[in-house]
């Protein structure tokens, strides 16, 4: 059985940040570090040298890596080249699909090797700076996890409009909309595959003790929100295209709202209300009510097109309640962006611009149109139910990786 123990925050400061982040478009809860690890005193007699050299080689890379890269993956900044022509996050994501299938010789059918080395890892949200657990299925957790990041950094900064020196901004494009996509499909994928396939072989005693960086429901809500914000993206260029019909945005923007409701839902949880996690959990709540204000306001211009008074009240009490949602998203943004490490507020973009615009103009339209047909006391009290839709968009399918050959 594995054991565990946790270092708190000491002078070494993994967790020091900038006091402001620049723009966020895709949150990255920021990269858990590896700490370095000596296989040789744990494997040293078990297994052959060259076996242990590498498994240290390709660890220590990832130690090096991951460090140089987690004090700015959180903040947008212009690309990193690499020597061998890519950037220094997929350099990342490379080294951990190289160390991955080595790393689960450790874990196979009925391996001994198991609980033989203590892995350490520094945490992001967790009050504990470090957390040490002897098993290997928490070094397999611990790589998912961190490749899931590199993924959300690049979809961040693709979605960022470009500033140039002369203050020109450029627009995000359409390219960039569907490669996010992608991106945030793959990272989902990686998320899905820890909590289906790696979760559950942890034993029950260390998975309450994992830090909250690795909890279920941390791990449920990083994965709901790459597929809420990849869900937004086709939102966005649904709006922007003229074969997409209402009915297709409104379900989107229906499929959009399940996603960051449970990706709340889950989140919520745990007591993150300061710190890093605490500014994970404002941008959670902060785009659950935007996809709320997005679901209403479509749900109500179809409700528009019916011929009833009852329809026609329906629709400006779904309309009204859009704008409530849009006033709340705001808030919701203000209190996100204030939170330390601050980042800046910019104006609504994506799919939100849209949504600022139209909603206002609409509910103004609407109300007026429909006047002579009842009061403004004989609009519903509720809010009209929403359609359930089933997510139409999926994961990325990861499977975890066949042994290296060296273990045969």
């Known amino acids: 059985m594995g054991c565990l123990s946790s270092r708190p925050k000491d002078a070494a400061g993994n967790r020091r940040r900038p006091g402001n982040v620049g723009e966020v478009a895709v949150f990255v809860p920021g990269l ?80 001994q090797l198991t609980d033989k080395v203590q892995f350490v890892w520094a945490n992001q949200e967790d009050n504990e700076e470090e957390t040490k657990m002897a098993n290997a299925w928490y070094e397999v957790l611990s790589v998912l996890h961190l490749m899931a990041m590199p993924c959300l950094s690049e979809a961040n900064s693709l979605l ?57 429901g941390v791990l449920q809500s990083l994965r709901m929100q790459a597929m809420g914000q990849s869900i ?73 097109e019916g011929n009833t008074e009852k329809s026609h009240r329906m629709a400006v009490n779904a309309l009204q309640v859009a704008e409530e949602f849009l006033k709340e998203s705001k808030r919701a943004s203000e209190a996100f962006n204030m939170m330390p490490p601050t980042s800046r507020n910019p104006p609504p973009s994506g799919s939100m611009k849209y949504l600022h615009e139209k909603i206002p103009k609409d509910v103004s339209s609407k109300v007026r149109m429909n006047q ?14 929403l359609p359930d839709f089933a997510v139409a968009l999926k994961p990325d399918e990861y499977q975890l990786t066949a042994l290296d050959p060296s273990w045969n």
């Open 372 to 385: 002579d047909l009842y009061s403004q006391d004989r609009i519903l009290e509720r809010a009209p139910t």
């Open 232 to 304: 937004d993206l086709q939102l966005r260029m649904a709006m922007g295209s003229p074969r997409a019909t209402l009915a297709v945005k409104r379900r989107l923007a229906c499929e959009m709202l399940k996603c960051w409701h449970e990706a709340e839902n889950n989140i919520t949880q745990y007591p993150l209300t300061e710190g890093w996690g605490g500014k994970h959990q404002l941008f959670i709540k902060w785009k659950h009510v935007e996809a709320k204000a997005a679901a209403y306001y479509f749900h109500g211009l179809i409700l528009d």
């Open 160 to 216: 960022l409009p470009k500033i140039f020196s002369d203050g020109r901004q450029l627009n995000v494009s359409e390219d960039s909309r569907r490669n996010s996509i992608d991106i945030l499909l793959k990272a989902a994928g990686y998320l899905d595959c820890a909590i289906q396939h790696v979760f559950p072989r942890l034993p029950p005693d260390l998975r309450k003790d994992l830090p909250v960086d690795l909890a279920e």
């Open 32 to 111: 858990r570090v590896p700490k370095d690890v000596d296989f040789f005193q744990s494997l040293g007699d078990i297994l052959p040298r060259s076996l242990v050299e590498r498994l240290s080689a390709l660890r220590t890379r990832i130690v090096v890596m991951a460090a140089q890269e987690a004090p700015t993956v959180t903040k947008p900044r212009r690309k990193t080249a690499t020597q061998h022509g890519g950037s220094s996050l997929a350099d990342l994501l490379q080294a951990l699909e190289d160390y991955l299938p080595v790393l689960l010789g450790l874990v196979k059918d009925g391996s």
